[in-house]
């Protein structure tokens, strides 16, 4: 038996991690724990970069990406969803319903609606008034990115560009995006998802790291998973979750495993005060660890004697 476990990105994690912990302790399966975490985050109005509620794109819509994986032959996404809430759960049955592994855009809308899944109205009206002073500043020659800067600053801390304000869970925490979740079960099974509205103002198709197995999210029931939130365009250039985990195959912890993942993003990017990127990894047996590209992220934790919201101390220097 192993001693169960589950892991989430931001302080928002804390939603999902209690959710998870739900599951876990009434003896459910990781799989199950990772779903109804994301479920939770996706559902709540005030996380502003996923599901419902989730800052807009360029145009004032709102679209979701979002993944779930047990191993590399289970594993299902979708992404550019524009008429559903859970892209987590959409991507589950994706992975269960299907031969296929990615959905896009009103092809995914439609599956979901096959599946039997709600329709849902994804824009609240202070997402809508936020994206309006972000177009208003954008005229006035500002960049979402600059936005997210200046208020990171104001509050004495490292911005990314992901959303565009901080969570009302936490006001001293920076912008940020993708709910990501790892989980081991008392069978000791690994499972992993992620969600997220991507980053604001986005041109309308955009895509990021979350909903792409192997960058965003990846998992191994033997050697390990590994969950990436941040400036999703960094973790895509170097298969980040992959890199991660196939770094545990080959025998590393997994501090050293993330080292070695956000290494290589530092050595093949010009960084910008604007970019970051954390990360989660989980082995079989329950050790963890998390790292990030500067301070500011953080990580939620439920287990059989933890209850926690970690400052992440661990950041990989230039």
């Excluded at 604001?200 to 033997?222: A, N």
């Excluded at 993330?258 to 093949?268: D, F, H, M, P, Y």
Aim: hydrophobic share 40%; glycine share 10%; with cysteine.
């Amino acid at each position: 038996m192993s001693s169960p476990i589950v892991l989430a990105t931001w302080s928002f994690g804390t939603i999902a991690t209690a959710q998870g912990w739900k599951t876990l302790q009434a003896g459910g399966a990781a799989l199950d724990a990772v779903e109804q975490a994301c479920v939770a985050v996706e559902a709540d109005p005030q996380v502003n970069s996923v599901g419902f509620g989730g800052t807009p794109d360029r145009d004032g819509r709102v679209s979701l990406d979002g993944c779930i994986m047990l191993s590399p032959a289970q594993r299902g996404a979708v992404c550019f969803i524009r008429e559903q809430m859970h892209p987590v759960s959409i991507a589950r049955q994706v992975m269960e319903q299907t031969d296929h592994v990615l959905l896009a855009g009103q092809g995914a809308d439609d599956f979901a609606d096959a599946q039997g899944f709600p329709k849902a109205e994804l824009l609240t009206d202070e997402a809508v008034e936020r994206w309006r002073e972000l177009k208003a500043k954008q005229a006035a020659g500002e960049s979402a990115q600059q936005v997210n800067r200046e208020e990171a600053t104001a509050k004495g801390i490292a911005a990314t560009p992901s959303t565009t304000t901080s969570t009302e869970l936490s006001e001293d925490e920076p912008p940020h995006d993708t709910v990501g979740v790892l989980a081991l079960d008392a069978d000791g099974q690994l499972a992993g998802a992620c969600s997220t509205s991507g980053l604001p103002l986005k041109i309308p198709g955009r895509v990021g790291d979350s909903p792409i197995i192997g960058q965003g999210l990846y998992v191994h029931p033997q050697h390990g998973a590994a969950v990436a939130t941040g400036t999703g365009e960094l973790v895509m250039g170097v298969c980040g979750s992959f890199l991660a985990v196939e770094e545990m195959r080959r025998g590393a912890a997994p501090a050293d495993a993330i080292a070695v993942a956000l290494q290589r993003i530092r050595e093949s990017y010009d960084i910008q005060p604007d970019h970051q990127v954390g990360m989660i990894a989980l082995t079989p047996d329950g050790q963890w660890a998390h790292a990030a590209l500067v301070e500011g992220y953080r990580t939620a934790i439920r287990s059989v004697d933890r209850d926690d919201l970690i400052e992440c101390d661990t950041l990989i220097s230039a």
